[in-house]
C-alpha cells in the first residue's frame, strides 16, 4: 500500500542542484509529491510504496550533490493525500531563517568545455554556469534562493535559456544564475569619468591592451573591485599605490 513521508531538510542544500536532485531521484523511483526551498532549507513531500520511499530516504544522503552539506534530516510518515506527479514547487519563505548559501564556485570542467567551443552558443561566454559552479553568495539578496532573490531578477531569459532551466535531463535544469550572450549579463569598458569605450568581447582584448600600456583597471567582480596593473610596469605600480580611486569606485551604483 502507497504511504506519504514528509522530509525537511537544513544545511547548505540551496543553490547545489538539490531540487533537481530530488526530482530526478523521486521520478526514478515512481514518487509523486513535491520538492520545495523555504528560507530554512528543502521540504520534500513524496507518496509511493514504503520501500520505495525508504529507498528515497538512503539515496538521498548516499548521492546528494557533490557540493551539498546536510546537518539535518527529518523525517515522518503520514496518510496519502494522492499526488498525481511530481514537481518543483514555488520557494516560501518563513521567520526561520537557517538555509546556509554556498559560497561563488569556480567554473566547472562542463562549462568550461562549453565555453572554449566555438560551435557552442555559450563560446567565450565569460558569465557561463550550471547547477555545478558559478555565483551564489555574491548574487543572493534574500532566502530562499531562487532567481528573483538575486541580483539575476534583472535579467529575462531567452527561449533558450529557460528550455534548459525547465529540462530535467539538463544539467542547468533550475540553475538560478543561468544565462547566455543574448539574456544575461555583459562585459563593458568605462573610462574614468563613467563613458563605455568598448562592450562585449572586444572589452577583453582592450581591457588587455590597455593594461599592457602601463593603464590602471577597476576591475567590478561578484564580490567588488579589484585594481590590476602590470607588475612589471614599475612607473604603473607606482601610480597605483598613489592614486585615489574613489572617483572611479563611487560610479558603481550608477554605471558598474
Known sequence: MDTRIHIAIRGAVQGVGFRPFIYKLANELNLSGYVLNNSSGVFIEAE??????????????????????????????????????????????????SALILPDIAVCDDCLKEMFDPEDRRYLYPFINCTNCGPRFSII??????????????????????????NPSDRRFHAQPIACPDCGPQLFLWDENGNIISEKQSTLKQTVKLIRQGKIIAL??????????DATNDKAVRELRNKNFMKIISLAPEVL
Not at 538521498?60 to 527529518?74: F, G, H, Q, R, Y
Not at 567590478?220 to 596593473?229: S, Y
Request: contains cysteine; negative net charge.
Open 141 to 166: 539578496e534574500s532566502l530562499p534562493y531562487d532567481r528573483p532573490s538575486t541580483s539575476m531578477k534583472n535579467f529575462k531569459m531567452c527561449d533558450k535559456c529557460r528550455e534548459e532551466y525547465e
Open 220 to 229: 567590478k567582480g561578484l564580490g567588488g573591485f579589484q585594481l590590476i596593473v
Open 48 to 97: 509511493g510504496s514504503e520501500p520505495n520511499l525508504r529507498n528515497f530516504l538512503l539515496r538521498i544522503e548516499a548521492d546528494k550533490p557533490k557540493l551539498s552539506v546536510i546537518t539535518s534530516l527529518e523525517h515522518s510518515f503520514l496518510d496519502r493525500v494522492g499526488y498525481s506527479k511530481f514537481e518543483i514547487k514555488e520557494s516560501q519563505e518563513n521567520e526561520d531563517i
